[in-house]
């Protein structure tokens, strides 16, 4: 009895972590508005706020089928209305052009219409967490970060900055908030070139989460892009350490300060590239900014290749209404 008894501890003990694995939430919301105003629609600008200037904006942004995962048995999202409040601060100024600023982003889910998962309730026997409904009225997870900029895109030759960031947990895993509920952060370069009513920029960052999230234990087929990634069998969605890469593109229209910006952005598993579409989303998008003092912007973005890919959506639409003093 007691050799029994033993026998099935020691194999729980192996077959739990297994379980556990999947046990796990992942945040779903990609669009990530800049802390200032200096941006395109989520790419950074290599700007910064002047010693003690500060920037106020809210963003609302709506995506339609941003998620799917039903057939692997997971949750999904119909549709997702996001809130975002944005306070930064210019801190010090070096150099002729550099400066410092700090900044946070506070994400709100004003609405979702879908299913997640609820991990907490599992049984072990059971590989698929249980389906919960998505509420409405929740934060996600709250974004701290800072930009030193070294060299100014319109003061100087090119333009450089460094952005870094963390992440605090304060959304919920089971409805897509929050990476796992766990700390995260990250960093970047931005590099820009301003020909006069003409900017183009391009920004790098790698994304770091403590440990990784397997979606599912349940396999797909991944049918790759025509012509550009073939098509993988039997792969497992996973979530992990992320590199962002985004390009944009700014032409000044016939009114001073009105400009017409497009941008496209993309990330990849940043130790496995590529390992399945659906683990490397993109969006390209374009907008109306114009940026003053006052800071409108009103655009929209779709999803590309694949609207199963995590975070990338059918369609986006966004608009932001911010004050830099």
Do not use: C
């Amino acid at each position: 009895m007691r050799i029994s008894l033993l026998s099935m501890v020691l194999a729980l003990s192996l077959v739990q972590p297994v379980f556990a694995q999947v046990d796990e939430g992942f945040n779903a919301q990609n669009f990530q508005p800049p802390t200032d105003s200096f941006g395109y629609i989520t790419m950074n600008g290599a700007r910064h706020l002047r010693q003690g200037h500060p920037f106020f904006a809210a963003y609302v942004d709506w995506a339609n089928n941003p998620l799917d995962l039903r057939d692997i048995r997971e949750g999904y999202i119909d549709e997702m209305t996001f809130g975002h409040g944005v306070v930064s601060i210019g801190v010090v100024n070096f150099l002729d052009n550099g400066g410092i600023s700090l900044g946070a982003v506070v994400p709100y889910a004003i609405k979702m219409t879908g299913f997640g998962r609820d991990p907490g309730t599992t049984d072990p026997s059971f590989v698929t967490p249980p389906a919960v409904e998505l509420p409405d009225g929740r934060l996600s997870d709250i974004r701290a970060e800072t930009k030193i900029t070294f060299l100014d895109r319109e003061k100087d030759p090119i333009g450089i900055a460094l952005r870094g960031w963390g992440v605090f947990p304060t959304g919920e895993d089971k409805y897509f908030l929050s990476n796992d509920e766990k700390y995260g952060g990250g960093g970047g370069l931005i590099l820009e070139k301003d020909f006069g009513g003409f900017r183009i920029g391009g920004q790098v960052d790698y994304e770091w989460f403590e440990g990784d999230v397997k979606i599912s234990e349940v396999r797909f087929v991944d049918s790759g892009i025509g012509g550009i990634l073939e098509g993988t069998e039997q792969k497992r969605l996973t979530i992990d350490d992320k590199l962002h890469m985004k390009l944009a593109a700014a032409k000044e229209l016939f009114v001073d300060d009105l400009w017409f910006v497009v941008e496209a952005t993309h990330w990849v598993r940043a130790e496995h590239p590529y390992n399945t579409t659906r683990e490397s989303p993109g969006e390209i998008g374009a907008a109306l900014r114009f940026d003053r003092h006052v800071l409108i912007l009103v655009g929209g973005s779709i999803g590309v290749p694949d609207n199963r890919a995590v975070g990338a959506p059918d369609a986006r639409a966004f608009a932001s209404l911010g004050m830099r003093f």
